[in-house]
């Protein structure tokens, strides 16, 4: 387009201000793509540079050339004004916004709780445009993520730093009901809210949280039964909320869609919970689970050792040969695990 316009322009079709016009538009619609699309200006770019070229070439020309050259400045002038308004309105909002989460996000890796502060509630003052999922999501991890994995402690700020804490969080918490409850056919946000639920629920230590998280989740697993993060994420709630056999049964439906990374950190946790709780019966029988679905020789190796601490030498023994079978490096390991059994 820029290319035509110039020629038009050599050959005295089009002043020197019909050019850059048409050059402004193409790069200002270049631009506001960034921040939204198929809004006003595209279309009023587009019909700009159409009525340009139109006007002035006679093998594709659809507005009279005579009419055209009389209302050509006018026409640039009122496009200029309309699309450049819409273009400040739809670009500046998400821009300003986008600028104070990534603010907060690299004060949170800074662990510097005044500037997250600073920088959320600027950015609460100003969210608009198409970027809503974004925002509060990045609003969320900065503000609890950290005092969820326990990373950062609520107990080390000061007083006035915890007050204004809880006052953001309060915010999140309602923000995150709004838009949970306001998109209840979103897979997104009903995921993103459980999440949310689930960091406040930690952070917090207040198990109230969890139930909302729970309710999300289920319905984030209602819209879709072939996400695998729903699952996953149902498991660890019911677990914080000691129903170890709904969690379980959780896990299994998250490790039957696909063995991946997150399943496999999510059975570390539970077993190390487990485990933590003296709660072998539960551990033996996630791991028998997961053995079934996603078999491999160190979850083997994990079975084993697990029935031999309850006296299960028969089971031990056809777990850990399963474990060898697997890979063949757990041999001689294997080997002296079994002469360590009592001898019958």
């Known amino acids: 387009m820029i290319a035509t316009a110039w020629r038009l322009f050599k050959q005295k079709k089009i002043s020197l201000l ?19 699309f198929d809004t006003v200006q595209t279309l009023l770019t587009q019909g700009l ?43 500046w909002a998400p821009l300003r916004t986008m600028w104070y989460v990534n603010q907060g996000l690299v ?44 990373s950062q402690k609520l107990s080390d700020l000061s007083p006035e730093q915890r007050a204004r804490w809880d006052e953001d969080a309060q915010e999140i918490a309602k923000l995150t009901q709004k838009y949970g409850e306001g998109n209840p056919n979103s897979f997104e946000w009903q995921t993103f809210a459980g999440k949310v639920s689930y960091f406040l629920a930690l ?22 039964h072939v996400r695998q993060e729903p699952p996953i994420l149902l498991s660890y709630v019911f677990v914080l909320q000691g129903n170890n056999d709904q969690a379980i049964e959780w896990y299994v ?21 487990f485990v933590g709780e003296k ?31 309850v006296a299960r030498f028969e089971d031990a023994k056809k777990a850990v040969e399963k474990a060898v079978e697997l890979d063949v490096t ?5 080997q002296k695990f079994i002469s360590g059994f009592p001898k019958k």
């Open 18 to 36: 019909g050019f850059w016009t048409i050059v402004g538009f193409v790069v200002a619609y270049q631009v506001q793509n960034l921040f939204s």
């Open 49 to 91: 540079v159409l009525a340009f070229l139109g006007g002035n070439d006679d093998a594709v020309s659809f507005i009279p050339a005579k009419w055209y050259q009389k209302t050509r400045t006018s026409l640039a002038v009122v496009v200029a004004i309309v699309s450049g308004g819409v273009f400040v309105y739809a670009g």
């Open 107 to 150: 004060a949170s890796q800074q662990h510097d709780v005044t500037q997250v502060d600073i920088s959320l509630r600027s950015a609460f003052s100003g969210v608009q445009g198409p970027y809503y999922f974004e925002t509060w999501r990045w609003f969320a991890e900065s503000l609890l993520k950290n005092y969820a994995d326990g």
């Open 203 to 224: 952070a917090k230590n207040d198990n109230a949280y969890l139930e909302d998280a729970k309710k999300y989740f289920l319905r984030a697993f209602e819209i879709s």
């Open 253 to 273: 439906t998250s490790v039957k869609l696909s063995p991946t990374a997150e399943t496999k950190s999510a059975l570390d946790w539970m077993i190390n919970r």
């Open 279 to 309: 709660d072998t019966a539960h551990a033996i029988t996630l791991l028998e689970k997961s053995v079934q679905y996603a078999p491999n020789a160190s979850d083997y190796a994990r079975l084993a050792a697990a029935y031999a601490g």
């Open 330 to 334: 757990f041999a001689d390991e294997a």
